[in-house]
């Protein structure tokens, strides 16, 4: 895995990807690098604007490209159901869940789920689901989830998972990236058929870390947060590479976590060890049966 690059990718023709939050950040770049390599992709954005401005910018720099946009807002699954049908059974080889929001003021989603755990985990779970039939359509699907370092920090709390009681910010957002590992790994056990996989980016420079002290009125904190990423970061390019390589990589395994060494890239995504919570399997069986009953989404194969 040594020095791998986003040039390392193998060539992706016929294949079919779709990147959800691809409008900015990693998502984008993540999209900009399945389009150069030959996959056919989507980029699943809430805003018509913003994705619409991604997809002029990938086509500007790749005019052979096969990019196209679709809508899907996490934060409401009447639209992640539209999103689904829209697509149908046609065989999807990659799906990246990326989109996420982070450490914000308490807000609900259209269905009444706390924002971040119901935009990071419950709206990639019930896509995930929704779109099962064309993952196992294709030969050798993936689905990439996107987590985070700060996954260590998380913990479930089934008894307040909405945050109805007491909300923190951060701890929210820890846990609903410990609930992205859960479910990346329970995918790969349950579902056979696709490779399931999570990455982490490590620091990267996005609109990630302003947005919830902007959205909180906290005019310090999103000064500290981008002199941060001015001086500190790495790009939203180098933090797209863990979720490149889980997509795309041959030697990449179902089950494991992508990420930098440290929270830079130094040449190389590597297998990174995942917080002792990720892996109790009784957790993620919990978290499963309640994503199902909150979301009206089953997972439905053919075996089931
Ligand atoms: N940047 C980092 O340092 C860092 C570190 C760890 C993990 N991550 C993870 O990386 C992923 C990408 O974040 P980023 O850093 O590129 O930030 P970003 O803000 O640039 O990208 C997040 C994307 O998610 C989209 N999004 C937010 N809510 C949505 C919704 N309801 N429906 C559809 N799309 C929605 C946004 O429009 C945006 O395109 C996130 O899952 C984040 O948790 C980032």
Redesign the pocket.
């Given at each position: 895995m040594g020095g791998w690059r986003a040039a390392d990718i193998p060539d992706l023709t016929e294949r079919r990807a779709i990147v959800?939050?691809?409008?900015?950040?990693?998502?984008?770049h993540t999209a900009l690098e399945l389009a150069r390599h030959g996959a056919a992709v989507v980029l699943?954005?809430?805003?018509a604007e913003?994705g619409g401005a991604a997809l002029e910018r990938i086509r500007a720099e790749l005019p052979d490209a096969d990019v196209t946009l679709a809508a899907?807002?996490?934060?409401?699954l009447a639209?992640v159901r539209d999103f689904a049908a829209g697509h149908g059974a046609r065989p999807l080889d990659v799906l990246v869940?990326?989109?996420?929001?982070?450490a914000i003021p308490r807000r609900a989603?259209a269905d009444g789920f706390e924002?971040q755990f119901?935009?990071?985990h419950l709206?990639h779970f019930a896509l995930t689901g929704l779109l099962l039939p064309a993952l196992l359509a294709a030969p050798a699907a993936r689905v990439v989830t996107?987590?985070?370092?700060?996954a260590w920090a998380g913990r479930m709390n089934f008894d307040d998972l909405n945050g109805e009681r007491r909300y923190r910010r951060w701890q929210a957002?820890g846990q609903?990236?410990l609930a992205?590992l859960l479910f990346a790994k329970e995918l790969d056990r349950r579902i056979a058929g696709l490779t399931s996989l999570a990455a982490?980016?490590?620091?990267?420079?996005?609109?990630?870390?302003t947005?919830g002290p902007r959205m909180a009125g906290d005019r310090l904190g999103e000064r500290i947060m981008t002199m941060a990423n001015r001086l500190v970061?790495q790009s939203?390019a180098a933090?797209a590479l863990p979720s490149l390589y889980a997509a795309t990589a041959p030697d990449a395994r179902g089950g494991a976590c992508y990420g930098p060494r440290g929270?830079q890239q130094r040449g190389l995504p590597t297998r990174v060890r995942t917080p002792p919570a990720a892996g109790d399997r009784e957790t993620a069986r919990r978290l499963w049966e309640a994503s199902e009953r909150l979301t009206g989404v089953t997972y439905e194969t053919p075996a089931t």
């Open positions: 959800t939050g691809a409008n900015s950040g990693i998502g984008y699943a954005c809430r805003s913003r899907l807002d996490l934060a409401d639209s869940n990326n989109a996420g929001v982070m989603t924002m119901g935009t990071n709206g996107v987590t985070s370092a700060l957002y609903s990236k992205n982490h980016p490590g620091y990267a420079a996005t609109n990630l870390q947005a970061a939203d933090g929270f």
